[in-house]
């Protein structure tokens, strides 16, 4: 099968759908604008600007109101004052007091995540792969040639483990594609559900994540890292990127190749990080933040504003590194000065 984006990918979820408006929205604090409405038939959750009829999005405030010039969904659920701008696309609106905990309760009806316990079948192991007897393959699961799975590891329905890619003892993988010749150690965990959250008129909502891990060729990820999948779409790791141990990679995040982060990092949702950018421990990321190729970012950096291509940034909040060792000097000096 290939995967186009905004297409959910049948090897780690099954459709629920299509399910009519009025059914999936039952229970809700959401007003219909017409009940006539509530007979279309919805298939799928997806991003505003990537949707297509059948599909249902949300839309929270206007910063983001640019997303509706391409979008082309069904069904859209906004707070009442954004209403007219989604009518105006002959997109139904959901008149919503809390648009993104409606549509994290609606996804979880429309998908569901293949389950391991189903009993497998359909599971490729090259001839030249080695897996441990202790190991656990869900259904569809693919494993390439001179692929190596360590005892206890799992590896979840549909996943596609790349030629010559070692799976250390204790490996959890989850919805991911990994390519050849990586290095996966042991406690790893690829492909878990996000960390997204909203809340509405029953409480707090753990957002679905229906997206999926690719990870590129010659990739080495440390023992104890998560990396997380996509909420909707895909987290990337491009070719030769390097993680080292305890790492947090969380959904959506892009990662260019080459790329080398050292342990204790911290990235945020839905951040894009260039190619051949070089990390200290524990950095820290706030979400969407971009950092531009070549970047490089000092140990214990607090990341909180895009880094250009080239530069080196440092600090908390970070800042380029000689405005920061600027800062360092003029508060030292002042700390030297006698006191009157």
Known sequence: MRYVAG?????????????????????????????????????????????????????????????????????????????????????????????????????????????????????????????????????????????????YAIIGPGVHIGARTFIGAHVNIECSLLGTDCQIKSGAMIGGSGFGIASDERGVVDMPHIGRVIIGNRVSIGSQTCIDRGQIGDTILQDDVKVDNLVQIAHNVIIGSGTVIAGHVGISGSCVIGKGVQMGGNVGLADHIVVGDGASIAARAGVMHNIPAGEVWSGIPAMPIRDHMRMVSATRKLSKRPKT
């Not at 006539?36 to 799928?44: L, R």
């Not at 389950?115 to 656990?136: E, F, M, N, Q, Y």
């Open 7 to 151: 297409m959910l990918d049948t090897r780690f979820y099954s459709a629920n759908g299509p399910i009519s408006l009025a059914e999936l929205i039952d229970g809700l604090d959401v007003m219909l604008p017409n009940e006539k409405f509530g007979d279309e038939k919805i298939s799928y959750g997806a991003i505003l600007s990537l949707s297509k009829l059948g599909d249902i999005c949300f839309l929270e405030n206007k910063r983001h109101k640019s997303q509706v010039e391409t979008a082309r969904a069904t069904a859209c659920f906004v707070p009442e004052k954004l209403a007219e701008v989604i009518g105006a696309k002959h997109i139904i609106p959901l008149i919503s007091s809390a648009p993104r905990a409606h549509f994290g309760r609606t996804l979880g009806r429309l998908v569901s995540q293949i389950s391991l316990g189903a009993p497998p079948d359909d599971i490729k192991i090259a001839k030249s792969a080695k897996v441990h007897p202790t190991a656990v393959l869900g259904t569809g699961a693919v494993i390439d040639d001179e692929a190596i799975i360590s005892p």
